[in-house]
C-alpha cells in the first residue's frame, strides 16, 4: 500500500480543523447571543419593581374590600368617609419610612378608585404659593390644617422587615368603638427599591420638652 500523498493529506487536515471551528462556533453561540447580566439595563429592572409593588398594593387593598361585611361604597362601612394614616413599623409605631408612606398613598388611590369616600388629612386651610417654587395644597404642619375632620373609619398598618420579605398589615378601625372593620396581610419581597424606601427611616420625637400636635376626627 502506498502512502498517502501529501496533498491529501493536507485537504484532510484542513477537514479536521473547520469541523472543529463549527463544533466550537456551536458551543460559543448561546454565551455570545446572551447579553451578560451585568449589562441589564437597570432602568428597566426599577420600572418592573415598581409595577410590582403597585401590584402587591393592589392585591392588598381587594383583601381589604373582599373582608368588609357591606362594602357598598354609598351604605356600606366606609359610607362615611375614611382618613389614611402612613403604615408604621410593628416594632416601634412612632416609626416610620418612604415605605409606609407610600403604601398609605397607593391604598388611598384604590379606595377613591373604587368610590369610596377618602378624606385627605394633609389638606390645608389655604393654598401657598412660593415664587419659583409652586403652589402648595398639602402639608403636615398641624398650624396649616383645618382642625377637624370627619371620618369615622381609619385605614391604617404595620409592616416588618424580616430578612428578604416585609411582613405587611393593613386593617380598616372604626373610630367610634375601635372595632375592626377588615383586615389584610401580605409578604412583600424586599426588592432593591423597597429597600430604599425603606432606608429612610424616622420616627416621632417624643421630647418630654417637645410640644406634641394632635387632630381631632370627627365621629
Not at 381587594?62 to 394614616?85: I, K, R, T, W
Not at 385627605?120 to 398639602?138: H, I
Not at 383645618?146 to 371620618?151: G, I, N, R, S
Request: overall charge negative.
Amino acid at each position: 500500500m502506498q502512502p498517502p500523498s501529501p496533498s491529501a493529506t493536507g485537504t484532510r487536515l484542513t477537514a479536521v480543523f473547520l469541523a472543529l471551528l463549527g463544533v466550537m462556533a456551536l458551543c460559543l453561540s448561546p454565551a455570545l447571543a446572551a447579553p451578560p447580566a451585568a449589562n441589564a439595563d437597570p432602568d428597566a429592572a426599577a420600572i418592573r419593581q415598581a409595577n410590582d409593588l403597585s401590584g402587591d398594593i393592589k392585591q392588598m387593598a381587594s383583601a381589604l374590600f373582599s373582608h368588609l361585611a357591606d362594602p357598598d361604597p354609598q351604605g356600606g362601612d366606609l359610607a362615611q368617609g375614611m382618613a389614611v394614616c402612613s403604615f408604621v413599623d410593628l416594632k416601634k409605631l412612632t416609626r416610620t419610612s418612604s415605605f409606609g408612606r407610600y403604601l398609605a398613598e397607593q391604598l388611598m388611590n384604590e379606595f377613591q378608585q373604587r368610590g369610596y369616600r377618602v378624606v385627605e388629612m394633609r389638606k390645608t386651610t389655604s393654598l401657598m404659593l412660593q415664587e419659583k417654587r409652586g403652589e402648595y395644597g398639602l402639608s403636615r404642619n398641624p398650624e396649616e390644617l383645618p382642625q377637624e375632620l370627619q371620618a369615622p373609619v381609619m385605614l391604617t398598618g404595620t409592616y416588618t422587615p424580616a430578612g428578604d420579605s416585609i411582613l405587611v398589615s393593613a386593617k380598616l378601625i372604626d373610630n367610634r368603638n375601635s372595632v375592626m372593620l377588615s383586615s389584610a396581610t401580605l409578604i412583600f419581597p424586599r426588592t432593591p427599591l423597597v429597600a430604599k424606601l425603606l432606608a429612610d427611616s424616622v420616627s416621632a420625637s417624643t421630647g418630654e420638652d417637645e410640644v406634641v400636635y394632635m387632630k381631632r376626627l370627627e365621629l
